[in-house]
C-alpha cells in the first residue's frame, strides 16, 4: 500500500458520498413514484405498510 493510502482511504470516502446521494435522490418526493427508480417496490411496500 506505501503511498498509495490517502488515495484508497479518499476513493472509500468518495464512494460513501455517492452513495448516500444517490440514495436520498432516489427516496425524493420527486423520484420516489418514477418506474424508473429501483427502489419502487421497496417504496410501494413501506408506503403501504404505514
Not at 479518499?10 to 425524493?28: N, P
Not at 419502487?40 to 403501504?48: M, Q, R, S, Y
Amino acid at each position: 500500500m506505501g503511498h498509495y493510502w490517502p488515495f484508497v482511504v479518499a476513493g472509500g470516502c468518495t464512494w460513501y458520498i455517492f452513495s448516500k446521494i444517490q440514495a436520498s435522490a432516489l427516496e425524493s418526493p420527486e423520484y420516489k413514484n418514477s418506474p424508473k427508480n429501483p427502489y419502487l417496490a421497496k417504496n410501494a411496500a413501506a408506503a403501504e405498510h404505514h
